[in-house]
């Protein structure tokens, strides 16, 4: 699978080839009329999610379809947050139909219970997915900076400021999660 990618992709086009090459093509592989992928991927947070959906076509820059945020109300319980982010998550992904997912995973967190609301927002997300029969692949933030901008504790305006770069869209944008979800 590997191979494959590596010799029909122009990696020269894409300084986050070390991201591309844990992207699963093996769906588009065996069929010579599709030869693109498409991947969205998901920034967890309860309050706010990003999302993003992205098609990589082989040997030209990824194209941005489609972006954006899923919110919660704060006061809500904790479960019905769940069950919102949850329903979100599995429309978007029957509306956009990707043949892959990548999710932000948890890198560190110096607020406890930061940390513990992310870790149920990735687990509705990675709830959707499944059940979807997605094939899931998960980076860390330092994973997603040194790849797009070459320093792993790049700042989110580095990060923002170098998607132009890396993918084509007619409107970038703006706000970090969904930033992230692009990433």
Known sequence: DQKWFSNDFDRSRCRASRIFDR???????DSPIRRNVRVMG???GTATTGWACVDAKL?????????????????????????TLHSAVAKLIYKHQPDQV???????????????????????????IAQAKL???????PEIKQALVGYGNATKSQVQAILPA??????????????????
Request: aromatic share 6%; glycine share 4%; proline share 7%.
């Open 23 to 29: 992207v699963s093509f093996s769906s588009i592989r």
């Open 42 to 44: 998901f920034d967890p």
């Open 59 to 83: 040997g030209q820059k990824p194209r941005l379809i489609d972006c954006g945020i899923i919110t919660t109300p704060a006061k809500t319980a904790l479960a019905t947050r769940l069950k």
């Open 102 to 128: 990548a999710v932000e995973e948890l890198f560190f967190a110096k607020n406890r219970t930061t940390a513990i609301a992310v870790s149920h927002a990735r687990g509705v997300i990675l709830l959707a």
């Open 135 to 141: 094939p899931l692949t998960e980076y860390t933030p």
């Open 166 to 183: 890396h993918i084509e869209a007619s409107e970038y944008p703006t706000q970090d999660d969904t930033c992230d979800a692009v990433a």
